[in-house]
């Protein structure tokens, strides 16, 4: 079965400022697909970011952009000039390529907070 | 259309009532999952539908959580029984994936289910 990691429960930045968030992961698939979701207070889970295994280049959104690290099986989301509306849970998940589901495991979560 | 949907947002139960809550996916999305969370924890798997077929519930944590899709659209998750243990929010997603195509789940805002 495969796990997700995130290590880091809370981080803070400071508005316009660079955060990294990590996550690691266990699989021993090849073809497998990986998200980062945002969920503000209002609970609704937003997609931020959405990387395929099969593609060496790092996926990036605007001021969102992963470190795709495929064989350390890591994947860490970094948010550039970060804004207030950044604040929120932040979840890395994992769909398998493979299995005839589409499931997706997620980690325990990073609660971010922007400061002002 | 819009974006999932659910019903209703709140729900406040007595121990031993069953309660019933409904997702509405987005317009066209074949494939349609259902996922428990915890309070400050991530989402956990229950059952995913592909139309109105049911292919994999293991993630349903006892035999009184029943989910149906009778038309291949909108799904209703029952409790029966509700015990306070059951007391979370519940998501539902829904995706363009098949069993061949893995594409992004959207998620509606969620119920907070509450067992007195």
């Known amino acids: 079965a495969q796990t997700v990691t995130q290590s880091q429960p809370e981080m803070s930045v400071q508005e316009a400022e660079t955060v990294t968030l990590s996550c690691t992961y266990d699989?021993?698939?090849?073809?497998?697909?990986l998200f980062w979701y945002k969920q503000p207070p209002s609970r609704q889970m937003i997609l931020v970011i959405r990387?395929?295994?099969?593609?060496?280049q790092n996926a990036t959104e605007n001021r969102f952009s992963v470190n795709f690290q495929k064989a350390a099986k890591s994947f860490s989301l970094k948010i550039s000039d970060s804004q207030l509306g950044d604040t929120a849970m932040y979840f890395c998940?994992?769909?398998?390529?493979?299995?005839?589901?589409?499931?997706?495991?997620f980690g325990e979560g990073t609660q971010l907070t922007v400061n002002p | 259309g819009a974006g999932v949907s659910q019903s209703p947002r709140y729900k406040v139960a007595k121990r031993g009532q069953d309660v019933a809550l409904r997702c509405d996916p987005i317009s066209g999305h074949v494939s349609l999952f259902w996922y428990q969370q915890a309070l400050g924890q991530g989402p956990e798997f229950l059952t995913y539908f592909q139309n109105e077929a049911q292919l994999d519930k293991s993630g349903l944590p006892s035999d009184r959580f029943f989910a149906e899709r009778p038309e291949g659209s909108v799904s209703t998750l029952k409790i029966q029984r509700t015990q306070q243990e059951d007391s979370a929010v519940y998501l539902c997603?829904?995706?363009?994936?098949?069993?061949?195509?893995?594409?992004?789940?959207?998620f509606g805002p969620g119920t907070r289910l509450t067992v007195l």
């Open positions: 990387q395929e295994a099969y593609k060496q």
């Open positions: 699989t021993s698939e090849n073809n497998y697909y």
């Open positions: 998940a994992f769909m398998s390529g493979e299995t005839s589901g589409s499931r997706l495991t």
């Open positions: 997603a829904s995706s363009s994936s098949t069993r061949i195509v893995r594409d992004t789940q959207y």
